[in-house]
């Protein structure tokens, strides 16, 4: 039986993938993943303020007041909390490299185009495989356009991919008004494939101490349903690499992952519920099922239930929602 997939044109020995995430922080915990079944690891992300503050020697501005209070200053990570600076960083790759014999992924995460992006050569200098580029931006600037917004997150993105000659995927959101039209925009400007979808932890408010408070929250199975539904959409309509992240629990989200058009599926919170060992009792269960299945390989199934293939794709759209819709009854 044949768990390999190609995933931005790398050959993994399964489609199972460490998310970006402290799980590859240390190198004995990353062979750990690797001997327990992992197809690949993606790092922690460094931050574009992480970056431009080192090479601006403003760190001294997280702590003080400048253009904003120095409350609203404490909400972003003093510069030393945060768990790899971009020099640890950059060793921390070939320390990965050196003892892993699976494709170490670099992670950036910004939103614009700056020099910033320049890390993407260092990466690659010192080992990346490739690069998981997290556009993790929060608009809330009521003059920006959603077209204003999608230039420059795809100036940022051609700007990574036109320094390196490794593949770069780009993390998205769900919050795009034509989704499809933009993954394919990222792969016009070379994007190798696309990861679905970024986690965002919503803070909290404390009525109390009236403060807002961060959190965080692991994702459960229910989250993968959202993923699904995008994957099949854009699984017949793009021609590079799909990933899948946040809501893989069990051997049958993989199933479903895989079925409706992923080539991976990252995994991080259940790792981090239930350690390493749980990587392999996940593949057990997708080779039970491939087996069960009649299949003889992942790459037989996938894409099976995307929307060109799936028997009913109008379950994918809005059918789905007037059905559901029409089905209570008070």
Not at 55 to 84: D, G
Request: charged share 20%; aromatic share 8%.
């Amino acid at each position: 039986m044949n768990l390999s997939t190609t995933y931005l044109g790398l050959r993994l020995r399964s489609p199972l993938i460490i998310g970006a995430s402290p799980l590859c922080d240390q190198v004995h915990v990353a062979g750990q993943l690797q001997d327990a079944g992992a197809g690949a690891i993606v790092m922690r992300s460094l931050f574009e303020e992480q970056i431009d503050h080192e090479q601006f020697a403003l760190t001294h501005h997280l702590e003080a007041s400048a253009e904003s209070t120095s409350e609203a200053r404490s909400y972003f990570p003093a510069f030393a909390e945060y768990q790899l600076m971009p020099d640890q960083y950059l060793r921390q790759i070939g320390w990965l490299k050196q003892a892993l014999t699976i494709p170490v992924i670099a992670s950036l995460n910004g939103c614009r185009p700056g020099g910033w992006t320049d890390y993407a050569r260092r990466f690659e200098s010192a080992g990346a495989d490739g690069i998981e580029l997290n556009l993790y931006h929060l608009v809330t600037d009521p003059g920006r356009s959603a077209a204003d917004v999608e230039a420059s997150l795809l100036e940022t993105v051609a700007s990574v991919v036109t320094s390196v000659q490794i593949p770069v995927a780009v993390k998205l959101s769900a919050f795009h008004t034509a989704l499809p039209h933009f993954a394919g925009e990222l792969e016009r400007v070379g994007a190798a494939g696309v990861v679905i979808f970024n986690r965002f932890y919503q803070p909290d408010l404390n009525i109390e101490e009236l403060d807002v408070q961060p959190q965080l929250k692991l994702s459960d199975s229910s989250e993968l349903l959202l993923r699904l539904r995008w994957l099949a959409i854009l699984s017949p309509r793009l021609r590079g690499s799909l990933a899948a992240t946040g809501g893989a629990h069990t051997s049958e989200d993989l199933v479903k992952a895989i079925l409706a058009g992923a080539h991976a599926v990252q995994l991080v919170s259940v790792l981090l519920k239930h350690g390493p060992r749980v990587l392999s009792t996940l593949l057990n269960g997708l080779r039970q099922w491939i087996g069960e299945h009649g299949y003889e390989s992942v790459d037989q199934f996938r894409g099976a239930l995307n929307l060109r293939r799936c028997p009913d794709p109008e379950a994918f759209e809005r059918a789905n929602y007037q059905r559901i819709l029409q089905s209570w009854r008070v």
